[in-house]
């Protein structure tokens, strides 16, 4: 069974419900462009919003989390729902220009060009066998070629290397202001919630004011963080991270790193150099090279995430601000064009916004109302 059927006798079954009521989107509103000077003003914010929150939330429910998927997904869904549907009431199955027309609204989506091809010519062959005349009918097979899409480019469900038997290691890597350091902060206070102790490493010694934000961070949510001044030696910041970690017996230990791309041969052998000292430590560590990538810049993503692959082994990918997009169709780029699987969203700002990567409530979350709409 395709993911689409699996959906939609899954989601939209006799206990279906409600969606809670929210303000419209507007599609073109973006992610708020914030300044080096205001970060750590704005972890303290974000962390007193996430506190409040946090009493309500239970990390384990699975419907909550489905809802949580469908409102970090919304602008995706409500600009791809309207425009999909828009396109489809001019839909006539011997007309070139309504594929080409599918094809532009893809691409824009940020699928990727291969997918986009593949849903097009899906369509243009079950018009011309003559399997497709309505609307009706071009609806389902689009919707259902792009959910079953997902569910082949994504695996079931993500895994994450943890060691079982001591410490976990986890390097984050991306450039500049993908979200690298609050997506660990969202993932220690996710271990932390579970009982487990987190040591966090600053490896981030170039940007002024990296370090000062993880240790707001740290206080926030009560992980041990290891730093050195401006300016000192990553790879020497990554050692005393696993000497911290492994003296207070803690589970996992992350990684930040600094977020520079000018240089791919300075990147390469600053990875390279903390990689080196994280495995003469720990044999098997790191145990997962995390790239986090901002869904709100699209193809440049796709293109940061290439030079990465080229430099250092990266074993998964976090895909951030993806509720910041309406272009959600990048995990399907991601997918298919990069071969890394995605292993965490950030869907929000605040700690519970990061969610393991789920296939199924992620494409429901951008398709809801096309599959149900669907007959
Ligand atoms: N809306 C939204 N914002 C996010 C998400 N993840 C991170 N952000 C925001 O993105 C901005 C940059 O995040 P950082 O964690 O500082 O990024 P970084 O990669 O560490 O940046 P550098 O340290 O400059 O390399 C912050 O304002 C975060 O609140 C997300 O999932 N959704
Ligand atoms: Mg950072």
Redesign the pocket.
């Known amino acids: 069974m395709g993911l689409f059927d699996k959906i939609k006798s899954a989601f939209t079954g006799a206990d279906k419900k409600e969606e809670p009521k929210q303000p419209e989107v507007k599609e073109e509103e973006k ?1 708020s462009e ?1 300044s080096e000077d205001e ?1 750590v003003e ?1 972890v303290t914010e ?1 962390s007193e919003q996430s506190t409040a929150k946090d009493t309500t939330l239970e990390p384990d429910n699975d419907r909550r989390e489905t809802e949580q998927y469908e409102k970090g997904l919304k602008k995706s869904r409500v600009s791809f729902t309207r425009r999909l549907n828009e396109l489809l009431a001019n839909f006539r199955y011997e007309d070139e220009e309504f594929f080409e027309e599918l094809e532009d609204l893809l691409i824009e989506s940020d699928v990727g060009f291969e997918a986009t091809m593949h849903i097009a010519d899906t369509l243009r062959y079950e018009s011309k066998v003559q399997n497709v005349r309505s609307m009706k009918d071009a609806e389902r097979v689009i919707v259902q070629t792009m959910v079953d899409m997902y569910g082949e480019t994504n695996p079931d469900h993500h895994f994450f290397n943890e060691n079982k038997d001591g410490l976990t290691v986890v390097l984050f890597v ?1 450039v ?8 660990i902060a969202k993932m220690a206070h996710q271990y932390i919630e579970k009982g487990q102790k987190v040591v966090m490493a600053a490896g ?1 010694t170039f ?1 002024a004011g ?1 370090i000062e ?1 993880l240790h707001v961070w740290g206080d926030r949510v009560g992980a041990e963080v290891v730093s050195t001044k401006q300016g000192g030696d990553p790879a020497a910041v990554v050692y005393d991270g696993i000497e911290t970690a492994r003296n207070s017996g803690a589970d996992i230990l992350l990684i930040d790193t ?2 520079r791309l000018q240089n791919k041969k300075n990147l390469m052998n600053e990875l390279e150099k903390m990689k080196r000292v994280i495995s003469r430590e720990i044999p098997d560590a790191p145990h997962e090279t995390l790239l ?1 990538l901002d869904a709100t810049t699209g193809q440049n993503a796709l293109n940061q995430a290439k030079i990465f692959k080229e430099t250092t082994d990266v074993t998964g990918i976090v895909l ?5 997009t309406a272009k959600g169709g990048i995990v399907l780029a991601i997918g298919k064009e990069l071969g890394v699987p995605v292993k965490f969203v ?4 605040t700690m519970n ?1 990061l969610h393991p990567f789920d296939t199924e409530k992620f494409a429901y979350g951008l398709f809801k109302e096309l599959i149900e709409q669907t007959a």
Do not use: F, H, P, S
């Open positions: 992610v914030v970060k704005k974000i991306g500049n202001g993908v979200g690298k350091t609050t997506t981030d940007r990296a934000q600094a977020g986090v951030t601000k993806m509720d910041g950030g869907l929000g700002e916004d």
